[in-house]
């Protein structure tokens, strides 16, 4: 089995991947000003126009977000006969490392929203499009254009905004030719027929789509769970991303189901943040992240751009920088109190998984100790580690220990990925916490026997098992604390 691999470095793989978008390419324009008054000839504001900006809008703002996080793109769209087309084709030329292959169509209008925003806050949005199908002539260019950039891709996005370019002719060959081409394709859907995306890799409707199309609630984790088993069984569709808003992501496969909570942010402009999760969550996919993994990236990306105004993209280094606060958010909230581990605790044993526990002073954290830690993790689903206090380890070991204090120690043991918990405790041996606790393993090191380890008939006989785990030999913290000592009486002169 092989590592998974550090998010960091997927972000880092980013720059190595092309990424081919297939889809509703728009045109984004945002007139913002401020709204002082009310108008004479009807009750509405007077909006005072300070300036505009015109920017690429759907599939086009996937492609944005795919340049901005590193990777390179090819855009395969329609546009119409008309000025907004060539606007759309004049930014897209300003963009770097982006192949186009825009089909211009003379019975189409190029797709325009208009955003008016008074001080902050979208006053109206004015639409300007047609979203009937494409014509057939159209749909051949379209599909020929999509095969022949397929060869030089690593992934695909199909961006479906329901404007009529992903027909169902259309859908259906991209969806065939990229899986003939052995091509993951990630959708994000408009229409609630999901059907239509059988054969994708990965599916992201956002709950109002997984409502729409499961004819089933998706307001908690367990609903929407039960909703996109039954659609996944009944539209032939491998896996579902629901995105939920402030309640986070849900990634849903036959096998598993992991519930993302939302990153907390001022929220400013939800424009485009869908966009900028499925760019993330394709990049992430096509440089060997897990879906899990890759969910957790586009999560991270949604709640970057929704703390921006108009459609914006997200960077490598905001993605960067918002994994490593989260990282280290997580290692703050795996520190914590016996009674908020018991609720914890609760909530693991209700979706099925095993328990681990092993305890100790972990001072000066050495090879014997990680050891210790991979050996008790690879028995449990959950490993909780019980820390001996400060206080607690003058009582054991004498005065002049701990040699790191009980934060440092507690910090980096929460650091380390196959830690999912750290609980201190004052007293001199961990069986309160065992009692507490109640874990399905109990781990020491092979330096005991069943019959010393400290809750070992506790945990046995309410039907629990005691592992005693191999010693990694020439590993203790105090002999390095006395070869240190060494050291400096060898050094004073």
């Known amino acids: ?96 490392k982006l192949t186009d292959a825009l089909i211009s169509s003379g019975r189409r209008p190029t797709t325009v929203k208009t955003r008016y925003i008074a001080d902050g806050q979208q006053l109206l949005r004015a639409d300007a499009e047609a979203s009937h199908a494409l014509g057939q002539e159209t749909a051949q260019k379209i599909i020929a254009a999509f095969k022949a950039a397929l060869d030089q891709c690593d992934i695909v996005i199909l961006s479906d905004y329901a404007k009529g370019v992903l027909s169902a002719e259309v859908l259906s060959a991209a969806i065939k030719l990229a899986g003939s081409a052995g091509k993951p394709v990630i959708a994000d859907p408009k229409s609630t027929d999901f059907k239509r995306y059988a054969g994708v890799t990965l599916l992201t409707p956002n709950r109002k789509e997984m409502t729409a199309a499961a004819g089933l609630p998706c307001d908690s984790d367990t609903q929407t769970e039960k909703a996109a088993r039954f659609v996944m069984q009944r539209d032939s569709i491998d896996m579902l991303l629901v995105t939920r808003s402030e309640a986070g992501m849900s990634l849903v496969s036959e096998s598993s189901a992991h519930h993302i909570p939302a990153q907390a942010q001022e929220v400013f402009d939800v424009s485009g943040a869908g966009d900028s999760v499925i760019a993330t969550l394709a990049l992430s996919i096509g440089a060997g992240a897990s879906p899990a993994d890759a969910a957790t990236l586009a999560n991270l990306a949604g709640g970057i751009v929704v703390a921006k105004t108009g459609t914006a993209a997200v960077s490598t280094d905001e993605l960067s920088a918002a994994l490593h606060n989260e990282e280290v958010r997580q290692t703050d909230e795996k520190v914590t109190s016996l009674s908020q581990a018991l609720e914890i605790v609760n909530n693991w044993r209700a979706r099925g998984l095993k328990v681990g526990f092993t305890n100790g002073c972990f001072d000066l954290i050495h090879p014997g100790h990680i050891s210790l830690i991979k050996q008790s993790k690879a028995e449990c689903d959950r490993l909780i580690i019980g820390l001996n206090t400060d206080d607690s380890i003058k009582r054991l070991k004498g005065p002049d220990r701990p040699a790191t204090n009980e934060t440092s120690r507690a910090i980096v043991l929460a650091s380390l990925e196959d830690v999912n918990l750290v609980v201190p405790f004052a007293e001199d041996t961990p069986l309160k916490l065992i009692e507490a606790i109640k874990p399905d393993i109990l781990v020491k090191g092979a330096d005991y026997t069943v019959e010393t380890v400290v809750g070992a008939d506790l945990v046995m006989d309410y039907g629990g098992r005691v592992h005693l785990a191999e010693l990694k030999e020439g590993f203790s913290t105090t002999r390095t604390i006395q070869k240190l000592l060494d050291i400096d009486k060898k050094k004073a002169p």
């Open 1 to 96: 089995m092989t590592e998974a691999m550090p998010l960091s470095v997927i972000i880092e793989n980013f720059k190595s991947l092309s990424v081919l978008c297939l889809g509703d390419v728009m045109l984004d324009r945002f007139t913002y000003g401020t709204a002082g008054r009310i108008s004479p000839e009807a009750p509405i504001p007077v909006l005072s126009i300070s300036h505009q900006q015109s920017m690429l809008g759907g599939a086009g703002n996937v492609v944005r977000n795919i340049l901005s996080l590193g990777g390179s793109a090819t855009l395969v769209a329609v546009i119409g006969d008309d000025p907004e087309g060539r606007e759309v084709r004049h930014l897209l030329e300003k963009e770097d």
